[in-house]
């Protein structure tokens, strides 16, 4: 089965779909042999990891392209979902954009009605385009896509510039214009989230769960209750890693050594084991390569 067409299955079951998100080929590895479902790509995670800056816009279309294909080499037949910030221009950059993260492997992207350059979701000071040039943008990317499985997610972060009202309604233009699933971003408050899922009780909805941002930070049994069909999490890993590497550091500039965080660390086999490696010796034994 096609992943475009597993992920469409998976937004249509009773069921919410977890994606963690990746920011790097490694990370995607591991939410793979964890057992989930599908991995979202994060904007914010891949501008962290490739130029060590703020999620504002500065990475290129075709740095998020490549980064996606190194994330859909590793995750094999697993759904990846991927952040494909404003599609990169007007209606016929977007064609290209789609074009291009559907033949890297991705099954499914989301793209935002934000201007350019844009900002996390969970920034200040974000600016939103006029609700119909986003409306021929979503129009673009649904044309442009050549597997009709591929996924099409509009978001839009009207809500912290003009507030719900307009963001509903944005949301049910972008509905109208073909989009697959919706992502109202940024909703402050529980009576927020219910209005967004009564306002869309057959659509598939997406749920940013983003530690220290704006949205209530919700149990998965409430997520599922509420009606949304597919929730996030853009930057747990992220800030995990984080916390974890700044904790090191420290111990290191104290002058100690990282058997003071032995506890917190894999073992070497453990983290080739992760890698696969254990794949790369069987085939050396296969193909008689030289192992010394």
């Not at 998976?10 to 995607?28: I, K, M, N, R, T």
């Not at 994060?42 to 500065?58: E, I, R």
């Not at 673009?140 to 597997?147: I, L, M, N, P, T």
């Amino acid at each position: 089965m096609r992943t475009t067409t597993r992920l469409r299955e998976l937004l249509a079951g009773s069921d919410l779909l977890v994606a963690p998100g990746a920011y790097d080929a490694l990370s995607a590895r591991l939410i793979a042999q964890a057992g989930f479902s599908a991995v979202y790509m994060t904007g914010f995670g891949t501008a962290a990891s490739v130029l060590g800056q703020p999620d504002v816009g500065l990475l290129t279309m075709s740095e998020m392209v490549s980064r996606a294909a190194a994330l859909a080499a590793v995750i094999g037949d697993l759904p990846l979902i991927s952040d494909a910030d404003t599609g990169y221009g007007n209606p016929i950059s977007v064609r290209r954009t789609v074009s291009e993260f559907e033949r890297a492997g991705v099954a499914g992207v989301h793209l935002e009605d934000q201007v350019w350059p844009k900002k996390c979701g969970h920034m200040e000071g974000k600016q939103v385009i006029p609700m119909d040039e986003m409306v021929q943008k979503i129009r673009a990317a649904v044309d442009a896509r050549q597997d009709a499985d591929f996924v099409i997610i509009a978001r839009t972060d009207a809500n912290a510039v003009y507030g719900l009202e307009d963001a509903l309604r944005r949301g049910q233009a972008y509905r109208e214009a073909g989009a697959d699933a919706l992502f109202i971003e940024a909703p402050r408050s529980l009576e927020e989230l219910r209005a967004i899922a009564a306002a869309f009780p057959d659509v598939p909805l997406l749920f940013n769960w983003a530690e220290s941002g704006k949205t209530p930070l919700l149990s998965l049994d409430e997520i599922r209750t509420l009606g949304f069909k597919l929730v996030i999490f853009p930057v747990s890993m992220l800030f995990a890693a984080t916390h974890a590497m700044l904790g090191l550091l420290e111990i290191l500039k104290q002058g100690e050594t990282p058997a003071q965080f032995r506890s917190q660390l894999v073992t070497f086999s453990r983290f080739t084991d992760a890698v696969g490696l254990p794949e790369i010796q069987e085939f050396e034994r296969r193909y008689g390569v030289n192992q010394s």
